[in-house]
């Protein structure tokens, strides 16, 4: 992967190692995630760690979980899910954290993660990551089920009409 060759800076790394969980590849995907942040392998740096708003902590967690580390993969994925939903209370009010639904699906936990989606898409939080989410062969548990079915008509519309708004703004600005 051009990122990881070329690109030395821990966060072009860091983007490379979620790149390659997300096309499957955990094993190279460990090898990058861990050499940027070492400390996903102690649970005690957990709190840290999301507590500076890392947004890959699910798949971490995963990758973890498909590289022989079942355990420490399943604890990372419960431990965040957990800490999002109960204990910062701003995110369950504003359901700003999109992460916790993607941390149950994961673990196979459909009614939560389908619950928490919900809200973060009544709230306006997922439409940026939309189509990622209705790809992503990890999540296929949650997408076979008719309330995600639902979900995301609503998402789609909701993107085709900001698409067609954007594209009126932009005739607008042409005039």
Not at 138 to 151: G, N, S, V
Not at 153 to 172: D, F, G, H
Request: net charge negative.
């Amino acid at each position: 992967m051009f990122l990881a060759r070329e690109f030395k800076y821990p966060a072009a790394q860091w983007t490379a190692g979620t790149i390659y969980a997300v096309a499957g590849d955990y094993a190279s995907a460990r090898e990058l995630l861990l050499r940027v942040d070492p400390r996903y392998m102690d649970p005690e740096q957990w709190p840290d760690i999301l507590n500076e708003g890392s947004n890959d902590v699910c798949v971490v967690g995963l990758t973890f979980a498909r590289t022989g580390d079942q355990a420490l993969g399943n604890d990372l994925l419960r431990y965040a899910a957990n800490y999002w939903e109960e204990t910062l209370p701003r995110y369950i009010k504003h359901a700003d954290r999109w992460d916790s639904f993607e941390c149950h699906a994961y673990l196979g936990e459909t009614e939560k993660s389908l619950a928490a989606l919900q809200t973060a898409l009544d709230h306006g939080h997922m439409l940026w990551r939309w189509l990622w989410i209705a790809r992503n062969p990890e999540l296929r548990l949650i997408h076979e089920d008719p309330r995600f079915k639902a979900m995301d008509q609503r998402a789609r519309a909701e993107i085709a009409r900001q698409r067609e708004n954007l594209a009126q703004m932009e005739v607008e600005a042409a005039l």
